[in-house]
């Protein structure tokens, strides 16, 4: 079956928090080479989780419904609903939703 990136967050953060808890316990143990790894592998997950949030879509705040005007959900940054074919956002790239907002892409 195929994961949606929702469902590979959630398991990334499962992993992630179980991999702090074996960095501190390990650092507890004072098995420094030991920590190191799970701390590099602690901040490979916190990337790999960043990026599948940002490519999960997210529909845009409405600022003005007069203008059209449109909010980045993440960033507050304005994205374009007059551009559809803009499906991230210019200040964070986090992936745009326009489906409810008329638009084709997501």
Request: charged share 35%.
């Amino acid at each position: 079956r195929n994961m949606e990136n929702k469902e590979a967050v959630e398991i990334l953060k499962e992993c992630y928090t179980s991999n702090v808890e074996i960095a501190k316990e390990l650092a507890s143990k004072k098995q420094h080479e030991e920590t190191e790894l799970a701390l590099q592998i602690s901040r490979a997950l916190a990337k790999a989780i960043k990026a599948l949030e940002k490519q999960t879509p997210q529909k845009p705040i409405l600022r003005d419904k007069n203008d059209d005007v449109y909010d980045c959900p993440v960033c507050g940054g304005v994205v374009s609903i007059y551009d559809y074919s803009d499906d991230y956002c210019s200040n964070c790239g986090q992936r745009i939703d326009w489906k409810a907002e008329g638009g084709e892409n997501a």
